[in-house]
């Protein structure tokens, strides 16, 4: 044994600490807590749930599927629904790339000095789909923007969330998580 420590006592303390540091360094997943969240269902369509704070208000936009904000309308999610193109009746071929730049590029027009700080593309829930995260201005005001496109068998869904910037931490980890939640039912 000694022997053995003598020959690669290098070897194991570099990869011993190794190990430590890639330990130490891996993001923390937490799970979300939706135990007080609202169930918002539409049968044969989606779910999702809504942080406990934000309460429906159709009025915002009344195209939207759902719009909810909080009382002091500083946070908002709202969901909106295209119907996908049947191309052979439409003559028309859009898929998710097309359509998430349409809408990613909607948003960054609505937004003073918009930056994208975080975009992934993967799935959500089992369907594909594109997410960003901005910041910028609207009316002067910091603002914390989230836009996530996923692709359904029948539909295209828009899942927007923004909150204030200084509301950010909390508001924002909260929007993030009920977009995590929605699941299409196709």
Known sequence: MNWFREKHGDILLIAGCFLFLLSACKKKYESPDYSDFQNVRVKGKYAIRIPPELHADKKLNPRSEFIYADTANTSFIMLHADRIPDV?????????????????????????????????????????????QFEGKVDDIPVYYILTVVQAKYYFFQIAAWTRQDLKNFNGRELYYAILSFRPAQ
Not at 96 to 121: C, E, Q
């Open 88 to 132: 052979q009746d439409d003559s028309i071929e859009i898929d998710l790339s097309d359509y998430t730049t349409f809408a990613r590029t909607a948003v960054m027009h609505a937004i003073d000095d918009v930056r994208i700080i975080a975009r992934d593309s993967s799935d959500l829930n089992g369907f594909p789909a594109y997410s960003f």
